[in-house]
């Protein structure tokens, strides 16, 4: 059974990217997925993100200057 819609029935279609994310970030997201996907990495999702969770700390990590480290402690006793 058909039914007819009346002409005053508008419809509205938005496309939002999953999670909530905003464009941008979705994109950004999108992006590091194409990357994984084009340098062939194995592996579950979870070890995949792991690796480079792993990669991201060790890039970004401070280093810690071992002899102002070691003359605190000197000075502590």
Known sequence: MAKVLL???AIS?????PGGLDPNAFAALRSLL???QRV???GEP???F???EEDLRAR???PVNRAGA???QRQRR
């Open 50 to 52: 792991e690796m480079i």
């Open 34 to 36: 194409d990357v994984i």
């Open 7 to 9: 002409k005053e029935l």
């Open 40 to 42: 062939g990495i194995e």
């Open 13 to 17: 279609v938005d496309q939002r990217p």
């Open 70 to 72: 070691a003359g605190r």
């Open 60 to 62: 970004l990590a401070v």
């Open 46 to 48: 979870q070890q995949v």
